[in-house]
């Protein structure tokens, strides 16, 4: 456990700093921010077509209303500390690889939701929209990442425990 634990640490520490680079802004936080903006500009459009997205800021074209999608508020910072837990958590590249995949989808996922939700929020009450976006929504992306990570190591086949992977055949007996 400690073992993980300082392991946890050390690719937080490594990632954030590697995050925070001029050369992984440019060629990763950025792209992603403005994609985040366009996919979640792209997914109100279907219901409200007075939207744009110009580089990170999301925007009503019918009151003006605009977020900015700044850091800590794209993802990158949730989706590092569920890529530290799964690399720090003993068990195979094979499943760390499946765990990041589904992982990083929910996360992003529920960030999509967050950001089309706070913008519609702050159209209808500034107090409202700050408080969910200060405390409600911090809250419930790193609440993801931590179920995303225990529904992972839950379902993680226990070998050497005497425990049999959901769907594997039992042991023959002996």
Same mark, same amino acid.
């Given at each position: 456990?400690?073992?993980?634990?300082?392991?946890?640490?050390?690719?937080?520490?490594?990632?954030?700093?590697?995050?925070?680079?001029?050369?992984?802004?440019?060629?990763?936080?950025?792209?992603?921010?403005?994609?985040?903006?366009?996919?979640?500009?792209?997914?109100?459009?279907?219901?409200?077509?007075?939207?744009?997205?110009?580089?990170? @800021? #999301?925007?009503?074209?019918?009151?003006? +209303?605009?977020? %900015?999608?700044? =850091?800590?508020?794209? &993802?990158?910072? $949730?989706? /590092? @500390? #569920?890529?530290?837990?799964?690399?720090? +958590?003993?068990? %195979?590249?094979? =499943?760390?690889?499946? &765990?990041?995949? $589904?992982? /990083? @989808?929910?996360?992003?996922?529920?960030?999509?939701?967050?950001?089309?939700?706070?913008?519609?929020?702050?159209?209808?009450?500034?107090?409202?929209?700050?408080?969910?976006?200060?405390?409600?929504?911090?809250?419930?992306?790193?609440?993801?990442?931590?179920?995303?990570?225990?529904?992972?190591?839950?379902?993680?086949?226990?070998?050497?425990?005497?425990?049999?992977?959901?769907?594997?055949?039992?042991?023959?007996?002996?």
């Amino acid at each position: 456990m400690i073992r993980f634990f300082v392991l946890f640490l050390v690719i937080q520490a490594v990632l954030f700093g590697l995050e925070l680079t001029s050369p992984a802004q440019q060629y990763f936080v950025e792209p992603w921010t403005h994609g985040l903006a366009v996919f979640s500009s792209q997914l109100v459009a279907f219901f409200d077509p007075q939207v744009s997205a110009q580089g990170k @800021v #999301l925007q009503s074209l019918s009151n003006g +209303f605009a977020v %900015s999608i700044e =850091a800590g508020c794209n &993802g990158v910072e $949730a989706t /590092i @500390v #569920l890529l530290a837990a799964m690399l720090a +958590f003993p068990s %195979s590249w094979k =499943a760390k690889a499946a &765990g990041l995949a $589904a992982g /990083i @989808v929910a996360v992003q996922g529920l960030n999509v939701v967050r950001i089309i939700s706070l913008f519609y929020l702050g159209q209808w009450s500034y107090q409202v929209f700050e408080w969910a976006h200060l405390y409600v929504w911090q809250a419930l992306i790193m609440l993801d990442v931590l179920i995303v990570w225990l529904l992972w190591v839950r379902f993680l086949p226990r070998a050497g425990l005497g425990e049999v992977p959901p769907g594997s055949p039992p042991p023959a007996p002996a």
